[in-house]
Nanobody, 116 residues
Framework: QVTRVESGGGLVQAGGSLRLSCAAS????????MGWYHQAPGKQRELVAT???????NYVDSVKGRFTISRDNVKNTVYLQMTSLKPEDTGVYYC??????????WGQGTQVTVSS
């Protein structure tokens, strides 16, 4: 059974920081590119950051310079360090394997709320 448990969300003021974690099991974590997704209220889920098995990262323009994705292949965990948070960063954050979302489904996500 494939599971992902996202954690680390919360309520923070604009300009603040949060660190999200995603513990994965049931997948060959170390060989897969992992990604963090953001679903704002009333909007579709968006892929905002990815990291390959070799640590190559990519970000959507709206989070570049503010978010940092990293991974620990021993702990099967992927992280998202979020800084300079903005109210538009509010939403539920999910982790997943971008190439396998159709088969893997989604975890419960973690809620991030940024107040202005």
């Amino acid at each position: 059974q494939v599971t992902r448990v996202e954690s680390g969300g919360g309520l923070v003021q604009a300009g603040g920081s949060l660190r999200l974690s995603c513990a994965a099991s049931g997948i060959i974590f170390s060989i897969n590119t992992m990604g963090w997704y953001h679903q704002a209220p009333g909007k579709q889920r968006e892929l905002v950051a990815t990291i390959t098995r070799d640590g190559i990262t990519n970000y959507v323009d709206s989070v570049k310079g503010r978010f940092t994705i990293s991974r620990d292949n021993v702990k099967n965990t992927v992280y998202l360090q979020m800084t300079s948070l903005k109210p538009e960063d509010t939403g539920v954050y999910y982790c997943n394997v971008p190439s396998l979302t159709a088969t893997m489904g989604w975890g419960q996500g973690t809620q991030v709320t940024v107040s202005s």
